[in-house]
């Protein structure tokens, strides 16, 4: 892949990187991890390793498998006049413990926080809230993310998914290692931040301070001459919920077009996914256009079926999901990975050969993966 460096290479095969810095050094390459590295180089390393440098990527690989059946994932069909305003996607990001799904639970008036395992957040959920915002009934879809260190892929893809992040800080323990990698992901995902200062019904809380702290990354307050929104609440306390949606909902409206078209074939995201014990794979996923409804025939990563039921957030059955509603999906064969996409197609016949296609892939790539690790072990131990 052009402009890649070892280290792409490594964490896509799954390798320590010194032993491909090493591998190259014995075939008289210098090459540092992080450089980027030249096809030619790649190719050596290819032959060595027994391995099919890939000069396409797999998501080019996965455009051309959908083409071959005439679908397109990513654009809106028909024009401007079929696309209806839909609502904002929000994820809600931050340090360990700063408050993200407390805050979400005020929110929407429910309580996840005190049926954590150990209070932390270990999974994405995703929830739509409707907030009264000027006078006006407005639907704001929330992504609630991990701050554990742990889970820093799960953010990342948190912050693909979204419209707008909240930035969660704890006016009390302040800007923190998560709180700066969930701003960089926001940033590289170039989604505007709005910052909730968390916990202020706490004695010790410092809202000036973290002002100060995320001035120094470039987050400045309206207030200093800025342009970042910062709202001060309490989760606990729910004070300030109604500004934060005002923010939310202004952010929504003065920068960004939020428009999908709600007569086609859906298509989305999945946020998360998992087997269930009884009704088998359920995925959770983000419809982004289109309406998904019971009964459609869709493939979800390499998982596919017929849309069996669809639950809200609430546990409530629903028929369709419109543009920007996170819904349960059941029905698929196989647990999709979280962050893949799931496309609506036109019969079961077609989705299982989608899947197919795309499980076999996978399968080759794992297989390719196991030979090169062992290949350089090898080298390694010799
Ligand atoms: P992770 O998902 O694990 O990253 O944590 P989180 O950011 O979702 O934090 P969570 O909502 O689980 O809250 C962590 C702890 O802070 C809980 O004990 C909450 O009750 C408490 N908490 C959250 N918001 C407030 C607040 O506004 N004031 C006070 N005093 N406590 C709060
Ligand atoms: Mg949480």
Redesign the pocket.
Same mark, same amino acid.
């Given at each position: 892949p052009r402009g890649a460096s070892l280290t792409d290479f490594a964490e896509r095969i799954g390798v320590d990187v010194s032993s491909l810095v090493q591998m190259l050094f014995s075939l008289g390459e210098m090459v540092t991890a992080t450089e980027s590295v030249n096809d030619e180089t790649f190719e050596l390393l290819g032959e060595e390793l027994n391995y099919v440098v890939q000069v396409v990527s797999p998501e080019d690989e996965d455009r051309e498998l959908l083409e071959s059946f005439d679908l397109e994932f990513g654009e809106d069909e028909g024009d401007e006049a079929d696309l209806a305003i839909r609502p904002p996607v929000v994820t809600?990001m931050?340090?360990?413990?700063?408050?993200?799904?407390?805050?979400?639970?005020?929110l929407r008036n429910a309580n996840v926080?005190d049926k954590?395992a150990g209070?932390?957040?270990?999974h994405i959920g995703a929830y739509q809230v409707t907030a009264e915002v000027d006078g006006n009934d407005r639907r704001i879809t929330f992504i609630?993310?991990?701050?554990?260190e742990a889970f820093t892929a799960m953010r990342a893809r948190g912050a693909q998914a979204t419209d707008i992040a909240i930035l #969660?800080v /704890?006016a009390?323990d302040g800007v923190m290692p998560?709180t700066v990698e969930a701003l960089n992901h926001a940033k590289a995902a170039g989604v505007p931040i709005v910052v909730a200062v968390?916990?202020?019904?706490?004695p010790e809380a410092d809202p000036t301070k973290v002002r100060g702290q995320l001035t120094e990354y470039g987050l400045v307050p309206e207030e200093y001459g800025g342009d970042a929104m910062f709202v001060d #609440?309490? /989760?606990?306390?729910e004070?300030n919920l109604d500004k934060l949606l005002e923010a939310v909902i202004l952010t929504a409206d003065a920068s960004l077009d939020l428009r999908a078209n709600p007569n086609q074939d859906a298509q989305g995201l999945v946020v998360e996914a998992h087997l269930d014990r009884g009704r088998g794979p359920v995925a959770t996923v983000l419809v982004q256009r289109g309406t998904l409804r019971v009964g459609d025939s869709i493939v979800a990563g390499a998982g596919y079926g017929r849309v069996r039921a669809m639950l809200d957030e609430h546990g409530d059955t629903i028929t369709e999901a419109d543009p920007s509603r996170p819904a349960m999906v059941l029905g698929l064969t196989a647990v999709p990975g979280a962050g893949q996409t799931f496309i609506v197609v036109e019969d079961d016949r077609m989705a299982r050969q989608i899947a197919e296609k795309r499980e076999s892939r996978e399968r080759a790539a794992m297989q390719a993966k196991r030979r090169v690790r062992r290949t350089l072990e090898d080298f390694m131990a010799s």
């Open positions: 809600v931050g340090h360990v413990d700063h408050g993200k799904t407390k805050l979400l639970d005020a926080v954590e209070g932390i957040t270990q609630d993310t991990p701050g554990h #969660v /704890a009390d998560q968390n916990k202020i019904d706490k #609440v309490s /989760a606990k306390s004070l």
